[in-house]
């Protein structure tokens, strides 16, 4: 083989390797490229999971304060519509006073009972009785109806209940209606 040949050869030789040598770069930098594209994608797929990972548990959350609140409230309008019912037994208690005939005294006595027995009964359902008389008032679980000049009261003192109010498991289903000093 002649000088000039074997410079060919060479020279053929290097052209090939320089063309494989592009061909692996342009092969690496795809490589790397579709490596960061898949990089972004993962993350991207793993962001949405964390995020349905975390609603779904937001959710769980929400669905057992919701059922909680059912089970602990699930009296609130049954309750309501007692109300008018304790409020007319305790006005007929208070119409019959202790002067009254020895029947009359006897179907106190027997409403009084009643009366009791139903808040009894309600207190067991996590239904109370606020009767606040002489206590401050509480705008939160008071409605004061009338404000009266009174000696022997501070001022904001309530005077009188002119109607109980009620509480279901410390949720106020109805305001005490109050008398307050001046």
Partial sequence: ?????????????????????ELAEEAIEETVSELEALKAEKEKLYDQYVRAVAESQN?????EIDVANAHKYALDKFVKDLLPIIDAMELEMKAVDE???EELKRFREGSQLMYKMLLGACE?????QLNPEGEKLNPE???AISIIPHEGFETNQIITVAQHGYLLNDRLIRPAQVIVAK
């Fill in 59 to 63: 959710v769980a959350r929400r669905a």
């Fill in 124 to 128: 067991k359902y996590g239904v109370k």
């Fill in 99 to 101: 002067n009254s005939s």
């Fill in 1 to 21: 083989m002649s000088k000039e040949q074997m410079t060919e050869t060479q020279n053929a030789t290097e052209e090939m390797l320089e063309a494989e040598v």
């Fill in 141 to 143: 679980l008071h409605q």
